[in-house]
T-cell receptor
Framework: AQSVAQPEDQVNVAEGNPLTVKCTYS??????LFWYVQYPNRGLQFLLK??????LVKGSYGFEAEFNKSQTSFHLKKPSALVSDSALYFC???????????FGKGTMLLVSP | DTGVSQDPRHKITKRGQNVTFRCDPI?????LYWYRQTLGQGPEFLTY????????KSRLLSDRFSAERPKGSFSTLEIQRTEQGDSAMYLC???????????????FGNGTRLTVT
C-alpha cells in the first residue's frame, strides 16, 4: 500500500525568503506525485505534478518541486515566499496503473510580512 | 465556471438522520471520486466511479454510506443514521479517463461540510 509523509505540521517563513515543504512517499512501482494547496473552507487546488522526465517540475504561482527517487522525496519549493502563499499544502501519490490518490496529512505554511 | 460543483456547502443534522450530498463533475470527465477530510488530516479516499460503474470502495465506506452515479454524470453520496464521527468535509473530484486520465490531476470541488450534532 502507498503512503505519504509530511513530517512538518507547520512551516514558518518570512516574506521574500525561500520556502520548502517536505514530502516523502512509499509506493510500489513508479509513482505519480502531486502537490495541492487548500485555502480555508475550500477544496484542493492543483499546483504541480511529477509523472516522468525532469526531476525538477514547475507549477502554478511560482512553485516548483524536486523528485528524488533515491530518497523517495518530492519537496515543494519556492524561491521567494509571499504572504498570500499562506495555506495548507498536501502532497499526494498515485502508483502508476492505479486510479486513486493517497494524501499526506498536510503542512500549514505561514508566511509573515 | 465549469469546475466541480458540490451541493450543499454546509449541512447540519442531528444524529440518526440521513443526509445526501450531490456532486456535478466537469462535464467531459468520466471519473468521479469521493473523499472525506477531517480536521488536521489529509483527504481520505472513499470511492470512485468510471462513468456509472463504481469501481473501488474504501473500507472506510461503511454500510451506512452509499454512493451512486446513475447516468454517469452527477453523483450522490448518502449517509444513513448519521453519527457524530461522520462530521467532516466531503470532497468530490473528477478526472478524465485513459491516457489523459493517467497523467491528469484530480479537480476538486469546494466540498460539503457536514456537522452532526
Amino acid at each position: 500500500a502507498q503512503s505519504v509523509a509530511q513530517p512538518e505540521d507547520q512551516v514558518n517563513v518570512a516574506e521574500g525568503n525561500p520556502l520548502t515543504v517536505k514530502c516523502t512517499y512509499s509506493v510500489s512501482g513508479n509513482p505519480y506525485l502531486f502537490w495541492y494547496v487548500q485555502y480555508p473552507n475550500r477544496g484542493l487546488q492543483f499546483l504541480l505534478k511529477y509523472i516522468t522526465g525532469d526531476n525538477l517540475v514547475k507549477g502554478s504561482y511560482g512553485f516548483e518541486a524536486e523528485f528524488n527517487k533515491s530518497q523517495t522525496s518530492f519537496h515543494l519549493k519556492k524561491p521567494s515566499a509571499l504572504v498570500s502563499d499562506s495555506a495548507l499544502y498536501f502532497c499526494a501519490v498515485r502508483p502508476s496503473g492505479y486510479s486513486t490518490l493517497t494524501f499526506g496529512k498536510g503542512t500549514m505554511l505561514l508566511v509573515s510580512p | 465556471d465549469t469546475g466541480v460543483s458540490q451541493d450543499p456547502r454546509h449541512k447540519i443534522t442531528k444524529r440518526g438522520q440521513n443526509v445526501t450530498f450531490r456532486c456535478d463533475p466537469i462535464s467531459e470527465h468520466n471519473r468521479l471520486y469521493w473523499y472525506r477530510q477531517t480536521l488536521g488530516q489529509g483527504p481520505e479516499f472513499l470511492t470512485y466511479f468510471q462513468n456509472e460503474a463504481q469501481l473501488e470502495k474504501s473500507r472506510l465506506l461503511s454500510d451506512r454510506f452509499s454512493a451512486e452515479r446513475p447516468k454517469g454524470s452527477f453523483s450522490t453520496l448518502e449517509i444513513q443514521r448519521t453519527e457524530q464521527g461522520d462530521s467532516a468535509m466531503y470532497l468530490c473530484a473528477s478526472s478524465p479517463q485513459g491516457a489523459a486520465g493517467a497523467n491528469s490531476p484530480l479537480h476538486f470541488g469546494n466540498g460539503t461540510r457536514l456537522t452532526v450534532t
